[in-house]
């Protein structure tokens, strides 16, 4: 009601003006003022039956444009014809806006799904290379044969996260929860950087948690990896701890350099390196952030500890929706 007076404030200025020039005039002739005060009496009733009936045509559409914004695009149509010019002008104007809209929204949404065919066919496709150059190279043992299987891996795991980056980013993804053998997913991370463990002489202390999980293995088996990845990465010396305690909780801890208190908090954000990933240039800030998406995905709660010159602690919560233990 305050919004409708304010808006129509000029109109009812003008009949109180002209109710006052009136009564002014008639005074100053000395008319009887009962000549002038019953019109003005009938003309009041009448604007204000006006005004009423105004108000509740005001009140409908409003209630009606504000239910719309709550719809889809497509439900736009359900706009009614105005009776005012200017009005119908406006639901003219929105159509329009929603027309190019949906047009210029379609495009890009074909220009994304041709990238991404392109993107995943070449993952798929640079994948065969790789696989030979892994066959070649494990049948030689040599210092150099090694340290270009290492390479080779870390090409493996960024091929595999712009590979699941995609598929994050898709509008469904192959999740198939089942129960699965937590020891074989971890043991089999840990295989893959064996090498890795014995080139820097760092310790592994793992004795197993004889768990089973339901959650997606092809998933976590991800997290695990880039976790386990991480570790290595920033660990000089010292070792690697895997523990699993009795409320469900699974962690990976190293003696690396740490994470700085600052970026700490931030550590999942997308694109996000901090401190140490300055240092090293090759830090993408996609690793972790891939995680977080997934065990949200997965129902399972990631967060993370850490001393600088200390080492870092990563755990998974896997007692979640999705990740019950068996």
């Known amino acids: 009601m305050g919004q409708y007076l304010k808006e129509r404030r000029a109109a009812l200025f003008v009949f109180v003006a002209c109710a006052i020039i009136y009564f002014g005039t008639f005074a100053l002739y ?10 003005t ?21 409003h209630e009606e444009l504000e239910r719309l914004q709550d719809l889809p695009d497509y439900m736009m149509e359900s706009l009614k014809k105005y009776d005012r010019q200017d009005d119908q002008d406006y639901v003219e104007l929105i159509r329009l806006i929603m027309e190019r809209d949906g047009e210029e929204r379609l495009d890009h949404q074909k220009k994304l799904a041709d ?16 696989a030979a150059m892994r066959l070649r190279l494990q049948t030689e043992d040599s210092p150099l044969a090694r ?4 390479d080779l891996l870390r090409i493996e795991q960024y091929v595999e996260m712009v590979l699941t980056y995609l598929r994050l980013g898709s509008d469904s993804t192959d999740y198939v929860f089942k129960r699965c053998d937590l020891d074989g997913m971890i043991k089999s991370s840990l295989r893959k950087f064996a090498s890795q463990f014995i ?36 660990t000089a010396k010292g070792g690697i701890t895997i523990e699993f305690s009795e ?24 694109g ?40 870092t602690t990563f755990f998974l919560d896997l007692s979640q929706s999705k990740g019950r233990i068996e």
Do not use: M
Request: aromatic share 14%.
């Open 199 to 234: 080139g820097k002489g760092l310790k592994l202390s793992y004795e197993g948690t004889e768990q089973t999980v339901v959650t997606d293995e092809k998933w976590l088996s991800f997290v695990l990896e880039q976790l386990l990845s991480n570790a290595l990465k920033y």
């Open 115 to 130: 990238s991404i065919d392109y993107y995943t066919t070449w993952v798929h496709q640079i994948k065969t290379p790789i």
């Open 30 to 39: 000395h008319f009887p003022l009962e000549a002038v005060l019953y019109p």
């Open 41 to 61: 009496v009938f003309c009041g009733l009448i604007l204000v039956g006006t005004f009423f009936y105004k108000y509740e045509k005001f009140k409908q559409k």
């Open 272 to 311: 996000y390196t901090g401190y140490r990933g300055r240092e090293d240039k090759h830090a993408s800030g996609i690793g972790l952030f891939l995680c977080k998406k997934i065990c949200d995905n997965l129902g399972i709660k990631i967060w993370a500890q850490s001393l600088l010159g200390e080492g």
């Open 147 to 150: 340290a270009l299987l290492e």
């Open 247 to 270: 409320d469900q909780i699974l962690s990976i801890r190293d003696t690396g350099f740490g994470i700085a208190p600052e970026d700490l908090p931030r550590i999942f954000e997308k």
